[in-house]
């Protein structure tokens, strides 16, 4: 079974910070997904990746499949990014389910 | 639809009582996967469907949850003699295919309370 844990659990920055959560696995995946989820309860899937990196506005993603550890970043961080960030990864093709972390729950103030 | 549509948004039962719960996937996507959120973040994988057979079944606390996907009608997830610690949100998420270069699309969760 993964082992899927998120670091820090809890973070407070202040506007314009650059925001880095951290995700590590122990079980070698297929691919890897970060989630957001928002202060109402809705999710929203953020990236999937399975390698490398990838960019969406000012969000980032990176993935290092030797070391089984995903980081999100967050770039010049705004109050509407305060959520909770939950890291989720697949093992098999996909249908067999995501396993999922706690979540990182950011909150950005003003 | 564009979007994944769970019904009802909130369910109360009393304990012993029987919830059901809906899911309407993304059209044209042909995997669907149930998730239940007990406590905040805590997420557990139940099940997963491929059109309407089971994919992968092995989170289903299978004496009293049981799932369909139907041609042509939504899925949905039943709980027999609900217990209080079946109290959580639960989740509906669709992708075109079961494939990990797939996104997911999530729905926004039913709320069951059993009280």
């Known amino acids: 079974k993964n082992e899927v844990e998120q670091s820090p659990q809890n973070l407070t920055a202040q506007e314009g910070e650059f925001i880095t959560i951290n995700c590590s696995y122990s079980?070698?995946?297929?691919?890897l997904h970060w989630l957001q989820q928002h202060p109402g309860g809705g999710i929203v899937s953020l990236f999937m990746l399975s390698s490398g990196k990838k960019k969406h506005g000012r969000l980032i993603a990176t993935i290092n499949i030797q070391e089984k550890h995903s980081s999100l970043h967050i770039t010049a961080s705004h109050p509407r990014d305060s959520a909770v960030y939950i890291c989720?990864?697949?093992?098999?093709?996909?249908?067999?389910?995501?396993?999922f972390g706690k979540g990182t729950h950011l909150i950005i103030q003003p | 639809g564009e979007e994944v549509a769970q019904t009802p948004k909130h369910l109360v039962r009393g304990e012993g009582q029987k919830a059901k719960l809906y899911c309407a996937p993304i059209?044209?996507?042909?995997?669907v996967f149930w998730y239940q959120q007990v406590l905040k973040n805590e997420f557990k994988f139940l099940i997963s469907f491929q059109n309407e057979n089971v994919f992968d079944e092995t989170g289903m606390p299978k004496e009293r949850f049981s799932a369909k996907c139907l041609p042509n009608s939504p899925c949905s997830l039943e709980i027999q003699a609900t217990k209080l610690e079946d109290s959580a949100v639960y989740f509906c998420?669709?992708?075109?295919?079961?494939?990990?270069?797939?996104?997911?699309?999530f729905g926004n969760g039913t709320r069951l309370t059993v009280t």
């Open positions: 079980v070698g995946i297929s691919a």
């Open positions: 998420a669709s992708s075109h295919s079961g494939r990990f270069n797939s996104p997911l699309h």
């Open positions: 059209k044209g996507h042909s995997y």
């Open positions: 989720a990864v697949e093992e098999g093709g996909g249908a067999d389910g995501l396993t």
